[in-house]
C-alpha cells in the first residue's frame, strides 16, 4: 500500500515524467496534486502495471485529483538542452499548468531543478512509494503512449505504436533500413 504523500501537507503534487530513453518523439511530465483519500486498489508505479490497469487509473485520476497536469519537452528542446534538463523543464511546464498551486513538489529520482517559489523532495523510486508520484508516472506514461501511437500512424515503419520509441531491435531495424524522422531524438545514439 502507498503512502499517501511525502509532507502530508493537502496540496502536495507528486511529479514524474516518461520517455526519457526513448530515441524518438518527446519526454512527458505530469504533476498531479491528490486527495488524501484516494487509495484506489492497484495504485502503482506505472511500470508496475499492465496497459489496461494504467488506462483505468489514469480515468480514476483524472477524475477524482484536486489537480492535474501534463506537458512535454520536444525532441528540439532535447538536443538543445540534454534529456535530463528537458525532463526538468516539462516537470516545470505542468507545474506551472495546474489550476491549483502546490505547497511542496515530491519528485520521483534523485535530481530535481529547483523551479522558483516551489519547495521540492527528490525521492529515489518514488512512484512506488507515494500515491501521488504514482499517479503522476501513469498520467505521464499513458499521454506519452498515446502520443505516441498518434505519431505511428504517420510513421507506421517503427513501431511506435509497440514501443512507445524506446530503443527495441524493431525500432533500430527500421531507423537502419529507413533512416530517423523529425521525431528522432538526433543527439542520441540510435543504431
Request: charged share 25%.
Amino acid at each position: 500500500m502507498l503512502i499517501a504523500s511525502h509532507t502530508g501537507q493537502p496540496l502536495e503534487a507528486g511529479l514524474d515524467e516518461a520517455g526519457r530513453g526513448c530515441l524518438a518523439g518527446p519526454v512527458f511530465a505530469a504533476a498531479v496534486i491528490l486527495p488524501p483519500d484516494f487509495a484506489p486498489r492497484f495504485l502503482n508505479d506505472s511500470k508496475k502495471l499492465s496497459e489496461r490497469r494504467r488506462d483505468t487509473l489514469r480515468q480514476e485520476i483524472c477524475d477524482e485529483a484536486i489537480a492535474w497536469a501534463v506537458a512535454e519537452a520536444s525532441p528540439a528542446e532535447i538536443a538543445a538542452i540534454n534529456i535530463a534538463q528537458a525532463s526538468y523543464l516539462a516537470m516545470h511546464r505542468a507545474v506551472e499548468a495546474l489550476k491549483i498551486k502546490p505547497t511542496h513538489l515530491v519528485v520521483d529520482g534523485n535530481r530535481f531543478r529547483p523551479l522558483a517559489g516551489f519547495e521540492h523532495t527528490c525521492i529515489v523510486r518514488g512512484d512506488g512509494v507515494y500515491r501521488n508520484i504514482a499517479a503522476a508516472s501513469i498520467l505521464a506514461k499513458t499521454f506519452r503512449d498515446e502520443h505516441m501511437r498518434q505519431l505511428a500512424a504517420a510513421h507506421p515503419h517503427y513501431g511506435w505504436e509497440q514501443n512507445a520509441g524506446y530503443p527495441t531491435a524493431v525500432h533500430r531495424a527500421a531507423i537502419r533500413e529507413h533512416g530517423p524522422c523529425e521525431h528522432h531524438r538526433m543527439g542520441f545514439r540510435l543504431l
